[in-house]
């Protein structure tokens, strides 16, 4: 892999193509039994139980702002590697790893709603479709903004 | 860095620690040659073994403090603070010196001619009147027996040296041979030397080894990993009939508490580990602040877990210090108001339900609760009428907030107002309370509460809304269950807040799905029961009422991440049997929590500190309500019991009411026609009646309604002229009036007397 490679994990949140850097995400599983928190943002969606660790899933759909997953519709875990342990994502899909080129990355059109350009760091221009990157970090950090209600 | 460096440095610490006590102790008691011996031993400890292993700096000071020791050994040189004070500053040398070489692995450049400069100014202050029979040093070059013997005085310093000194000029012979044969000591003395040598020879080896706490905290991670597996396991043999894997399965479960248990008590340390340094602060204090201190410390034995000792550690020392600057007086101010010169400060440690009870009290001036009041004011941390309002105990609780300090002065100790608020948001970080009761001019206690340990929890499981929490079993008291007719009408109303009759005592209800803003499932039994679980949260009980009740289980708490560490009401999370995530509730966050919502109004803060904590001090009152709007009270402690009458069972005799009550007639006193007050309009529910008890038998006053009990430092406002009211008072920002119960039954019994 050249320098100017970069390897993503990649999975569907409504239609659209999402990637994380191959090296955050700890795992990627099939969907588990979660427990609700009461009282918590909406967008936390529950608490599992990976191999005895408790990790906070976060619904990307409900982070991104857009509907939520039809009843009966399961979401898979991409858990990635945060500054505060592990944090499962919950995605509609999950995807190939891909390896993408510097030279295609351009960032978020300003056009984006401005949760999604919180979240999206930029944008891989792929030979089918688009690749947008998430940022993790601010993806699990929802203490600014849903959770102020609650707290 | 250097293996042998590394068991040093802790060895030093360790030795450090135990100077300072022993230097405290020597002060109070400067002849005591045992306790010279000791500290001789471990500065020449510290000197020898830094020399070895290279600490060239930490051998030469230690060397001149071994030579004015010695000299105090030998009784040449008596003890005043000034040596003290420079041998402790030896010791804190000492400390930088081995921190230096923790964080470099050298000893650094630092300039140590200054002390070495005062302590060899002790020295030869001594050497200039020379002494008049030359010892040897004896310490240095006698053995073991030798130093035990001279110890035990069994014999005197120079025979020793004189039996060592022919050792060295080729006698073959042990030195305890030589002592014996000159005389100097009688056989048997020698016999229990070798014995205590050989077995603190023993005790070092075998007793203790020392343990990275990494590797602990990992033991104790995978003992809570087995717990869980244990858990699961046991699940599956409520529907297994193999009796050997029964059996198995009932081996590993008592393994697993063992080991548990076990691992648990690896990781206990008694809170002396952290007082011990405290006579050491103490005296420097004292000593700097010109006050005179005894510290009086009981209970050091109590076990505390790792973690839990290391949080409260500096919150601890910040109390000591501020007790010893703010609360205990100098000797004149003492004096004048006529106490003994020498202030008390005393820490007692003691387990009690579960939790470990920490208290630290001086008897010094106590605190000003008005100067806390208007500062308080002054500084907008409360609005005037607030603190008008609030109680002593509430006042002296202020201290806590941020930002807060009447000190008159800031010294160089404590004062600047940053502190308290730190104490106590250390203190419930690791689920601790904190409380402050202070009496004027005669002193002030702050009592601390802290779990055990956290990281393994007997729980009771309760579900709602179809899911499961734990509730921590300390804060459980009981379990009530209400079926049938009780269900319906067990639980009543005050405006917006249920109450249930507990044994006569209104406990206030909360409904878990409501608070959580969960939807209740429809009740699956189908009976209609009311699940009550009766919780203590600080001191004030409330019943919180669940769907289900499934069990108790040991649970390991998990922390929760970030995202939901804002919500008041759960303490964490764990995995249950079969493999599920389960939020335990934080019942103290979940009594603020409901109390907030119930009390829309402006008292917050008051009214939350009121349900949250209780001050046994403080008297309950029952409050009841006759006639249209009077509002009277009467202290709890005289009320019996609180009874329901159906109005048919009254019956007449002569011309009082009476019913029958536990086999016994039992009058029946309208408080409204006591007091005429208009009669309300008699509905047809049943009659509520407060029944009190006295010696020649029971009376029951019919009053309208039962309104609350309250804890409340109640003070009569207002002297009314009846002598069955002993007068009003403010309580719940309500006029009340006090009834005079025995006034009342005797002014009835009069009137009964002359119809």
Same mark, same amino acid.
């Given at each position: ?151 | ?56 700096? *930490? ?16 009784? &040449? ?10 041998? !402790? ?18 000893? $650094? ?10 302590? @060899? ?7 200039? @009147? ?49 002592? =014996? ?14 014995? %205590? ?20 905290? &990992? ?92 949080? %409260? ?6 109390? =000591?210090?501020?007790? *010893? ?13 006529? &106490? ?23 008897? $010094?001036? /106590? ?41 008159? &002065? ?21 689920? $601790? ?46 379990? =009530? ?20 009759? !507990? ?5 206030? %209800? ?28 600080? /001191? ?34 764990? %995995? ?108 047809? $529910? ?70």
């Amino acid at each position: 892999m050249s320098a100017t490679q970069q390897q993503f994990c990649t999975f569907y949140v409504q239609g659209l193509l999402f990637g994380v850097e191959v090296e955050t995400v700890q795992e990627v599983i099939r969907h588990l039994e979660m427990t609700g928190v009461p009282l918590a943002p909406e967008v936390v969606a529950g608490l599992i139980n990976l191999r005895g660790q408790i990790v906070t899933a976060i619904d990307l759909r409900r982070r991104l702002g857009v509907a939520d997953r039809r009843a009966g519709e399961l979401p898979m875990n991409v858990v990635v590697r945060t500054g505060d342990g592990a944090v499962s994502l919950l995605v509609d899909e999950i995807g190939d790893v891909v390896e993408v080129e510097e030279k295609d990355f351009e960032k978020a059109p300003d056009t984006l709603s401005s949760t999604s350009r919180e979240l999206i760091r930029g944008v891989y221009k792929l030979k089918k479709e688009l690749l947008l990157v998430l940022d993790t970090q601010r993806s699990v950090n929802i203490g600014a903004t849903a959770g102020n209600e609650n707290r | 860095m250097d293996e042998f460096i590394q068991e040093f440095l802790i060895e030093g610490g360790e030795i450090l620690d135990q100077l300072d006590r022993d230097f405290v102790e020597f002060e109070k008691n400067p002849t005591s040659k045992e306790l010279v011996a000791r500290i001789f031993r471990a500065v020449h400890t510290l000197k020898g073994t830094g020399g070895t292993i290279g600490l060239k700096k *930490l051998e030469s000071v230690n060397h001149v403090g071994e030579n004015i020791l010695s000299r105090m050994r030998e009784g &040449k040189l008596s003890v005043n603070a000034s040596i003290t004070s420079a041998l !402790l500053k030896m010791i804190d040398v000492d400390r930088q010196l081995l921190a230096t070489v923790e964080r470099t692995g050298e000893e $650094g450049d630092m300039d140590l001619s200054g002390i070495i400069q005062s302590l @060899s100014a002790m020295l030869t202050a001594v050497e200039s @009147s020379p002494p008049a029979v030359p010892v040897p040093p004896v310490a240095q070059v006698a053995p073991k027996v030798g130093e035990i013997l001279v110890e035990r005085c069994a014999v005197d310093p120079v025979s020793v040296a004189e039996a060592r000194e022919s050792q060295r000029s080729g006698d073959s012979r042990l030195i305890g041979e030589i002592l =014996v044969q000159n005389g100097a000591v009688p056989p048997n003395a020698i016999q229990d030397a070798l014995q %205590i040598q050989s077995e603190s020879h023993d005790d070092s080896v075998a007793s203790s080894i020392r343990v990275d706490v990494n590797l602990l905290d &990992k033991v104790m991670n995978l003992v809570g990993e087995l717990v869980l597996a244990r858990n699961q396991i046991l699940q599956f043999t409520s529907n297994q009939k193999d009796a050997a894997f029964l059996s198995t399965a009932q081996r590993l479960n008592l393994i697993t508490t063992e080991l548990q248990e076990g691992v648990m008590k690896t990781r206990m340390q008694p809170i002396g580990n952290i007082w011990n340094k405290f006579p050491r602060v103490v005296r420097d204090l004292s000593n700097a602040s010109g006050k005179l201190v005894r510290l009086d410390m009981e209970g050091s034995q109590t076990e505390l877990d790792k973690t839990i000792i290391e949080a %409260i550690k500096d919150p601890l020392t910040h109390i =000591v210090r501020n007790s *010893l600057d703010h609360g205990l007086e100098t000797p004149a101010q003492r004096e004048a108001a006529k &106490k003994p010169p020498q202030g008390l400060l005393s820490l007692r440690a003691f387990h009690e339900g579960g939790q470990v009870n920490i208290e630290i009290s001086d008897d $010094g001036a /106590g605190l000003d609760l008005n100067a806390i009041r208007a500062k308080a004011i002054e500084r907008e941390i409360l609005p005037s009428q607030q603190a008008a309002k609030m109680t002593d105990r509430e006042i002296a609780n202020l201290i806590f907030m941020a930002g807060f300090s009447t000190a008159q &002065k800031v010294t160089n100790i404590s004062g600047r107002g940053v502190g308290m608020d730190v104490v106590k948001t250390n203190i419930e970080k690791i689920g $601790g309370t904190v409380d402050v009761s202070s009496v004027r001019g005669r002193g002030t206690t702050l009592k601390i509460k802290i779990p055990l340990t956290l990281a393994i929890i007997p729980a009771l499981i309760v579900t709602t809304g179809g899911d499961r929490f734990a509730i921590p079993q300390v804060s459980l008291v009981e379990l =009530v269950r209400l079926e049938g007719k009780a269900a319906e009408s067990g639980v009543e109303m005050i405006q917006e807040a249920a109450v249930y009759r !507990l044994r006569g005592i209104l406990l206030p %209800i909360v409904y878990l799905n409501r608070e959580l803003k969960l939807t209740p499932k429809p009740d699956s039994d189908g009976d209609g029961a009311i699940n009550i679980v009766v919780l203590q949260a600080d /001191g004030r009980q409330f019943g919180l009422v669940v769907d289900g009740i499934n069990d108790t289980e040991e649970i390991v708490v998990k922390p929760l991440r970030k995202q939901l560490r804002g919500i008041s009401c759960f303490a964490g999370a764990t %995995i249950m049997g079969d493999g599920k995530v389960a939020l335990i509730l934080d019942i103290v966050g979940l009594a603020q929590r409901a109390s907030l919502a119930g009390e829309a109004s402006g008292h917050v803060p008051a009214a939350k500190e009121e349900l949250a904590k209780a001050d046994e001090k403080l008297e309950s009152w029952l409050l009841f309500r006759v006639g249209e709007s009077g509002k009277l009270a009467i202290p709890l402690s005289m009320v019996s019991r609180l009874e329901e009458f159906d109005r048919t069972t009254i019956e007449h005799s002569g011309n009082r009411q009476v019913v029958q009550y536990r086999r016994e007639i039992m009058p029946l006193v309208s408080v409204a026609d006591a007091l005429h007050i208009p009669a309300h309009a008699v509905g047809d $529910g049943p009659m509520q009646v407060v029944v009190h008890s006295t010696g020649s038998g029971s009376v029951g006053l019919v009053v309208d309604e039962i309104l609350d009990i309250v804890d409340q430092h109640v003070s009569v406002a207002r002297k009314i002229d009846n002598a069955c009211l002993l007068g009003s008072a403010v309580i719940q920002q309500h006029v009340t009036d006090l009834l005079n119960v025995p006034e009342l039954i005797e002014s009835i019994a009069g009137q009964g007397r002359t119809a």
